[in-house]
C-alpha cells in the first residue's frame, strides 16, 4: 500500500502544474463533453431513418487497450451511446440505460474501419429495447453485437 501511496503522490513542482489547469464548466446543452469528445469525436453518421442509425468509425488509438485492439470499454461505450441514440427524441432528456448485454465476437485494430449499425427492437410503454452490431467494414467480420434496454419519456400528442 505504502508503494501505491508513493506512486501516486505528486511532487511540489507537479502541483503547481496541475493548479494551472483551467477546466471550464460544461453547459449542459450547449457544449460538447470531454466525454463524448472522447469516446465520440469521429464517428460519421451514414443513415438516419426511424428506428435506425448507420455508421462509420475508425478507431483511434485512444481507444485501444496495450496490444492496439478496440478496448472492451470502448465497445461498451458505442453500444451505450449508438444505443441510446436510435431511439432518442429530440427535446426530451436522453433516456436512461436499464440494462447492457454485450457479446465480444472478434477484435478489431487500430485504423481499422467499423460500420456500426443501431436499431430499435420494440418499445413497450416507456421502456425500449435496441441492438447494436459493430462490424469490421473490411472484412465484414463481427466485433461485437449488444442489446440496449432504456426508460424514458415520451414526446407529448398534443
Known amino acids: 500500500m505504502e ?21 471550464s464548466p460544461h453547459r449542459v446543452g450547449i457544449d ?5 469528445d472522447f469516446i465520440l469525436k469521429g464517428i460519421q453518421v451514414n ?11 475508425k478507431i483511434p488509438p485512444h481507444l485501444t487497450d496495450r496490444t492496439g485492439k478496440l478496448s472492451s470499454g470502448a465497445i461498451a461505450n458505442l453500444v451505450d451511446e449508438l444505443g441510446g441514440v436510435v431511439i432518442h427524441v429530440e427535446n426530451l432528456p436522453m433516456n436512461v440505460s436499464v440494462d447492457m448485454s454485450i457479446s465480444f465476437v472478434s477484435t478489431a485494430m487500430v485504423n481499422d474501419e467499423l460500420e456500426i449499425i443501431s436499431r430499435v427492437l420494440g418499445q413497450r410503454g416507456r421502456y425500449s429495447g435496441t441492438i447494436v452490431l459493430i462490424r469490421n467494414k473490411a472484412t465484414g467480420e463481427v466485433v461485437a453485437e ?4 432504456l426508460f424514458g419519456k415520451h414526446p407529448s400528442k398534443l
Request: one cysteine or more; aromatic letters at 10%.
Open 3 to 23: 508503494k501505491a501511496k508513493e506512486f501516486l503522490t505528486l511532487t511540489d513542482e507537479e502541483c503547481e502544474i496541475v493548479s494551472r489547469v483551467v477546466v
Open 32 to 36: 460538447t463533453s470531454f466525454y463524448e
Open 47 to 57: 443513415r438516419v431513418e426511424p428506428g435506425l442509425v448507420a455508421c462509420t468509425f
Open 146 to 149: 449488444g442489446r440496449h434496454s
